[in-house]
Each structure stands twice: as structure tokens, then as C-alpha cells.
């Protein structure tokens, strides 16, 4: 069984802080990873997708990709009320087939 | 202005009914997928088209439907079958010319059974 494993929190940072959200994955296969922001009863909206190890960054986000370790971060510095929300992982395992983690909440306290 | 649309936004079902979520994409896009969202898990997908006329299924497509008769369209239809109905239904699209397909959401279908 595919699985992607995250920490459901909540993760509570204040303003201006770096959140840090961790996913973890189980299919050594898995080629490319992808984070995405939902708000509470909408859906999910594609923030940073990585493929190759390392950092890449966009703006206040940073993903990082340790496929050694299986393991994918997403990092959101100068954190705003605006960035509460659920984050979701999910990793490309291939064939057409994404597996999704159940998410985390993070807050974000002004 | 390009993107996913589903209909309708809210929809209740009487237990035995089958009823059918629509979702139509103007990104040409050629892959579509449905997947089920219930609270604190993750996406699940039901079903999944690569191109016109053709689906696959996914990890939960018992009591669940669709048909890919145009490439712009992929309705899903919840029928009786499907005991636990209730969720949100996310439709997603992505294009074949991404080496990475990442995908993309329309705005979802609330579904409650009565």
C-alpha cells in the first residue's frame, strides 16, 4: 500500500514566524511531489511541486526533497493569518496515480 | 478565463437515488480524475481518464460511475451501490505535456445523503 504519512496537527506559529510541515512517503518510485493549500471548504490549490533533491523556493515557500530518506518538507517563512490553512502532500507515483496525505492544519496567530 | 467547474455546489441525495456531479474543464487538458475528500483524510481517487473515451479505476470506484464521451467533460455518477455516500467530491485535471502532472482542482460537490 502507497502511502504518504503527515503529522494532522495543528501546528500553531505566530506572525511572522517560519512554519515547518513534514510529509513522509512510502513508494521509493515516486518521482515528483507536490504541496497543496486548502481552505476550509474549498479545494486544494497547488503551491510548490519538487522533483529533484534539494530546495527549490518560491516567494515566502521553500520545498524540500530528500528522496534518500523519503521524506519532503515545506517551509513558509514571515507566516501570515492568510497561510492558516490545511497543506496537503502528495506524491506522483506514477501511471496517473497521485497518493495524498491527509494534511496538516496550520494556524497562524496575528 | 481557463479552469474547472463542478456542479452543483451542494447536493443531497435520498437514500436508493443515484445522482450525477458534473465537471467540465476549458484547459484542454486530457487527463480528469475524481477523488472523494472525508474529514481529516485525504484525497482518494474514485476514477481517472487519460483520454477521450477511456477511464480507469481507482482505489475506491465500487458504487461510483463515469463516462469520458467528450475530452472537455467527465461526470461522475454516485449510484445506490455506494452505502456511504457522503463527502466531498474534488474533480482535477492535468495536462500530458508536464513531465510532473500536477493537477488541478475545480471547486467540488458537497454531497449529503438524507
Known amino acids: 500500500q502507497k502511502e504518504v504519512e503527515q503529522n494532522s496537527g495543528p501546528l500553531s506559529v505566530p506572525e511572522g514566524a517560519i512554519a515547518s510541515l513534514n510529509c ?3 513508494d521509493r518510485g515516486s518521482q515528483s511531489f507536490f504541496w497543496y493549500r486548502q481552505y476550509s471548504g474549498k479545494s486544494p490549490e497547488l503551491i510548490m511541486f519538487i522533483y529533484s533533491n ?3 523556493e518560491d516567494g515566502r515557500f521553500t520545498a524540500q526533497l530528500n528522496k534518500a530518506s523519503q521524506y519532503v518538507s515545506l517551509l513558509i517563512r514571515d507566516s501570515q493569518p ?11 507515483t506514477g501511471g496517473f496515480k497521485t497518493i495524498f496525505g491527509a494534511g496538516t492544519r496550520l494556524f497562524v496567530k496575528a | ?3 474547472i467547474t463542478q456542479s452543483p455546489k451542494y447536493l443531497f441525495r435520498k437514500e436508493g437515488q443515484n445522482v450525477t456531479l458534473s465537471c467540465e474543464q476549458n484547459l484542454n487538458h ?3 480524475y475524481w477523488y472523494r475528500q472525508d474529514p481529516g483524510q485525504g484525497l482518494r481517487l474514485i476514477y481517472y481518464s487519460q483520454i477521450v473515451n477511456d477511464f480507469q479505476k481507482g482505489d475506491i470506484a465500487e458504487g461510483y460511475s463515469v463516462s469520458r464521451e467528450k475530452k472537455e467533460s467527465f461526470p461522475l455518477t454516485v449510484t445506490s451501490a455506494q452505502k456511504n455516500p457522503t463527502a466531498f467530491y474534488l474533480c482535477a485535471s492535468s495536462t500530458e505535456f508536464s513531465s510532473y502532472n500536477e493537477q488541478f482542482f ?3 460537490t458537497r454531497l449529503t445523503v438524507l
Not at chain 1, 492568510?82 to 506522483?92: E, G, I, V
Open chain 1, 24 to 26: 513522509t512517503y512510502s
Open chain 1, 82 to 92: 492568510s497561510d492558516s490553512a490545511t497543506y496537503l502532500c502528495a506524491a506522483d
Open chain 2, 106 to 108: 475545480g471547486p467540488g
Open chain 2, 1 to 3: 478565463d481557463g479552469g
Open chain 1, 54 to 56: 534539494g530546495d527549490k
Open chain 2, 30 to 32: 486530457d487527463a480528469m
